[in-house]
């Protein structure tokens, strides 16, 4: 008899615990719908939108309408503007055009066409802020980009978030 009082004891609280169970995985899954099913809402320009739906580029800090465009000093020598883009820590250790050891920490770049060893100012478009690079490999070679910087100098000049930005290139002369 005691047997079995302890066996229905047990399966009371087994039946307990199951139906506990049940009701809070009930509530928590009303809890994430509802949730799904209002959105945080932010102004975006003229209008508003979720936080979901906001363009990556408009993260970063916009400098103001007025950013003169840069001027270079008499030993650097304007070559054009266009879009950059950053490489990664995906090449680390990879050789580059140049035979040196890629390192994204480093301020590096590759270009099509400037020699190799030749320093180049890029100046992000936006921000007005600029770097000086190196030319150690060759490249982009894929859509309409004119240079690929390293992360380095795409953190130091504000294009980590984006991926890509409106830069303006000058050769520095020695």
């Given at each position: 008899?005691?047997?079995?009082?302890?066996?229905?004891?047990?399966r009371?609280?087994?039946?307990l615990g199951?139906?506990?169970?049940?009701?809070?995985?009930?509530?928590?899954?009303?809890?994430l719908?509802?949730?799904?099913?209002?959105?945080?809402?932010?102004?975006?320009?003229?209008?508003?939108?979720?936080?979901?739906a906001q363009?990556?580029?408009?993260?970063?800090?916009?400098?103001p309408?007025?950013?003169?465009?840069?001027?270079?000093?008499p030993?650097?020598?304007?070559?054009g503007?266009?879009?950059?883009s950053?490489?990664?820590?995906?090449?680390?250790?990879?050789?580059?055009?140049?035979?040196?050891?890629f390192?994204?920490?480093?301020?590096?770049?590759?270009?099509?066409?400037?020699?190799l060893g030749?320093?180049?100012?890029?100046?992000?478009?936006?921000n007005?802020?600029?770097?000086?690079?190196?030319?150690?490999?060759?490249?982009?070679?894929?859509g309409?980009?004119?240079?690929?910087i390293?992360?380095?100098?795409a953190?130091?000049?504000?294009?980590?978030?984006?991926?890509t930005?409106?830069?303006?290139?000058?050769?520095?002369?020695?």
């Amino acid at each position: 008899m005691r047997v079995f009082l302890t066996l229905r004891t047990q399966r009371q609280m087994l039946i307990l615990g199951i139906v506990a169970l049940a009701v809070i995985s009930i509530i928590l899954a009303a809890a994430l719908f509802h949730d799904r099913e209002t959105p945080e809402i932010v102004k975006l320009g003229k209008g508003l939108a979720s936080v979901d739906a906001q363009p990556v580029r408009d993260l970063e800090p916009r400098a103001p309408a007025n950013v003169p465009e840069p001027v270079p000093s008499p030993s650097e020598s304007g070559i054009g503007n266009g879009r950059a883009s950053f490489y990664g820590n995906e090449l680390a250790g990879n050789r580059t055009a140049s035979g040196e050891i890629f390192d994204p920490k480093r301020l590096t770049a590759a270009h099509r066409t400037l020699p190799l060893g030749s320093r180049v100012r890029v100046t992000n478009a936006r921000n007005g802020k600029s770097v000086i690079v190196r030319i150690n490999d060759r490249g982009p070679f894929h859509g309409n980009r004119v240079i690929d910087i390293s992360t380095a100098a795409a953190r130091t000049i504000g294009l980590i978030r984006s991926g890509t930005g409106r830069v303006n290139l000058a050769l520095l002369v020695s």
